[in-house]
T-cell receptor, first 114, second 114 residues
């Protein structure tokens, strides 16, 4: 398996623009997670899905952030409009289940909003 | 609620010396405990986990961790550090009695000096 795939790997955009980050989880994994990592805040869980259904989005910072999982092999995280403080590395991860299973992380998308 | 603490932001060790990265946790029952490593510009990579059984868990790259219930700790160890072990290390915990994902610590940066 190719592991968790994220695109793009780098995104530079101007404040006010819409940004869409994409993720393909490992095939067969029922859970998908979106994280944000910054120097100041560390690793933050934004939202996670089980069988394509959002379970907990309490970590989503503002209404400007939205996430969808239209099918088992694809998820998006959208920021509209983007702001400089959204600059961070965004990770997607997937796991077979919550129980005792580890999460597998993608390589991340480094977002820079100018 | 479950939580995990990594008391050291930075650990420095000479190459060839043993290393320890500390982690303490708080959960209501018996925990599931995990260690992850993050190399520069990469996603988090699973190292090892404790679910049940032997308190000493062996993982990838010669790392091991010891579960200590009385001290609520799960310290990561390696007998002989390599320069290539320099990275950011995350401890994570999950309370198996609930239906929540992993909770990650803030991370400890390990620097191995030649």
């Amino acid at each position: 398996d190719a592991g968790v795939i994220q695109s793009p790997r780098h995104e530079v955009t101007e404040m006010g623009q819409e940004v869409t980050l994409r993720c393909k989880p490992i095939s067969g994994h029922d859970y998908l997670f979106w994280y944000r990592q910054t120097m100041m805040r560390g690793l933050e869980l934004l939202i996670y899905f089980n069988n394509n259904v959002p379970i907990d989005d309490s970590g989503m910072p503002e209404d400007r952030f939205s996430a969808k999982m239209p099918n088992a092999s694809f998820s998006t995280l959208k920021i509209q409009p983007s702001e400089p403080r959204d600059s961070a590395v965004y990770f997607c991860a997937s796991s077979l289940a919550l129980h005792s299973y580890e999460q597998y992380f993608g390589p991340g998308t480094r977002l820079t909003v100018t | 609620a479950q939580s995990v603490a990594q008391p050291e932001d930075q650990v420095n060790v000479a190459e060839g010396n043993p290393l320890t990265v500390k982690c303490t946790y708080s959960v209501s029952g018996n925990p599931y405990l995990f260690w992850y490593v993050q190399y520069p510009n990469r996603g988090l990579q699973f190292l090892l986990k404790y679910i049940t059984g032997d308190n000493l868990v062996k993982g990838s790259y010669g790392f091991e961790a010891e579960f200590n219930k009385s001290q609520t700790s799960f310290h990561l160890k390696k007998p002989s550090a390599l320069v290539s072990d320099s990275a950011l290390y995350f401890c994570a915990v999950r309370d198996p009695s609930g239906n929540t994902p992993l909770v990650f610590g803030k991370g400890t940066r390990l620097s191995v000096i030649a």
